[in-house]
């Protein structure tokens, strides 16, 4: 049953689905269980193995390789759980404590003021008493401007904090930021100014990673002096470093459009590339066994050294240990099964690190790989090219193709957009990216540097031949929303359809068809229910106000924010987007706005039989003379008005409280809701209110 060149490509799929399910049954109990299970299939296995002979094992080769799924499954679900920082007993969240002594675990990053890091939790202080913690925590610190302190990976410190769990999105298709958290064993945070933080003297982070990461800034400073042009340091920087510089947004969005945008994450193809020309550069010692180990070696470390160049990013590191078994199967292994090396290099990753597996790098990476493996061979094979350069320009295409198309899905539900042009884009920048790589590297090496204007005009060139493919008319089909079930199906057509055109096989054709009918047929009625939606989102967020009455596809936005705000396309913007607004008109509550189906207008709102009565700074002291009934009472600009003064003639059923009030106006007015049984909805640190209308 279990073929010695598939063992690996067998027992991962267990192993996953081990590891995706435990990860939602996270208790102290489910350890127990687990580690009893997995310990009597473990006994029961090893006593079939003994006895086999005895016991005539071979007619029981279906039980037992059921058993050794299952054990694979168990074993998948209790590394799951053990890695879980939330479940260990000296948990640090468990308890409040005055005092924490941290460690930071990786690079912080600045933006303005603010210095972001996630930290290793060490000990904390309870009423003077040490107690030895774990755990991870993320930290927001905001520094002194007239005397910031300078931190660095590794750096011991004393903070006092009042930590909390992290919160979880508020508004409609906002970014998850607690799942992505959660998925790198983080829960808790804090917000913390300068001086409630104390630096010791000591580093206690991993000295291979802090080496790591001062050799790269030094890197990083080499290049800041060799290269003039800002963007193509920055470039530079993170394509080669991967390094976080601040790219330009035409920049990133050119290389997102044309589907390039992999070139800009140090990954697996950027270490690919080091390998082959690697590989290329030493094929002379392939002469004899014992120079192919020499190669061999001298290919590893000089990979590992890249990897320390760029400062042991997750990524390369996890594209290096890829390669590497791969090398080593290549090198070494009789039976060199590509499918099974693959399979080897996620499981040992993911016992390592089982939270890896909602890692998008990390899913993207191995499925782009599996691609080439299974996929680009037989698209290569579809059309026989005679003349040699036309033969390797349909090897990039049929790579780029194989690659993409595995990818396809996980990509739309990811990032929302499709490239258009990516066989464009793929094709031009496969030669320039080479030569970005192997000058990046040559012109950190002494003497070499001369060669750095050569290497700024490359980058130069090449955005620029981006932004234009990126300017093409219709280059990227953009906010895309597909639902978990969608990406389901579209991944069950695509594989059907794939074997399809691998077996020459007609049923599966059928069933691919069938399938992505289902699909469509999903997707058209989304767009059908689209139109004909009438809907008002009130937005939860920290100081703004912003709702939106959406009548088709049409949007007419009540904001404090400018669409540039990064709140607005962090909070609001992917709301519109899921709801497939293409028309938006700001306008915002100082001034009176009237269209159709849609009057804001002396201090009330109508739209369509939904009304709202405005209460802002405006009506601070001043009498409301209004006999009506309205769907909602608004409260907003932090108004000083009585809520007792309100007309006893005046109806209404909702409170809608926003944030631009103060917390203390906040309570006031939901102790006011409460003693007059009014249901209140307050748009700060709870979910967006959303008011669904009907003809």
Known sequence: MFKAEYIFARILLPFLIGIGIFYFFATQRMISITEISLAVIFIFLLTINIIYKKAKGYKFKGITGSLIFIFFFILGGLLCLLNNHKLKQDYFAKKKYTYLKIWINDEPEQTNDILKFTANVVSGYENSNHVKLSGQLLLALKVDSMSPVKLKYGDELIVSAKYLEVEPPYNPAEFDFKRWLASKNVYEQTFINQNHLLKTDRNTGNQIIKFALDLREKQVAKYRKLIKDDEAFAVASTLILGYRADLSKETLAAYSKTGTIHALSVSGSHVAIIFFVLDFCLAFLNKKRSLKILKFILICCLICGYSLITGLSPSVVRATIMI???????????????????????????????????????????????????????????????????????????????????????????????????????????????????????????????????FEWIIVTTNTVLKWIADLPFSTFSSVWITLPELILMSIALSLLIYGLVSKSAKFYIISALIYIACSTITLYNDWTAIHQKKIIFFTLRKNYATAFIDGKTAVLLTDLSPDDRNYKFFIEPALQQSQINTIRFTNLERDTVSKNFIKKDNQIVFYKYNILLIDEYLNYKKIVIDSKFSSVWLTANNKYNLQNLPKELTYRHLIIDATNKDYKIANFKKFAENNKIEAHVLKKNPAYLVYLTQ
């Open 324 to 454: 590497t078994i791969f090398i080593t199967a290549k090198t070494f292994a009789r039976n060199k099964n590509g499918y099974n090396t693959l399979a080897f290099a996620a499981f040992c990753q993911l016992v390592y690190n089982p939270f890896l597996i909602w890692d998008v790098g990390f899913q993207l990476s191995y499925l782009s790989v599996f691609g080439l493996i299974y996929l680009q061979p037989k698209i290569y094979k579809w059309i026989y090219v005679k003349n040699k350069w036309l033969n390797k320009i349909w090897q990039l295409i049929a790579l780029s193709l194989s690659a993409q198309l595995v990818t396809f899905p996980l990509c739309i539900y990811y990032f929302h957009q499709f490239p258009v042009y990516f066989l464009m884009g793929n094709l031009f920048i496969s030669i320039p990216l080479i030569l970005i790589m192997v000058l990046g590297i040559a012109i950190l090496i002494p003497f070499i540097d001369k060669i750095s204007p050569i």
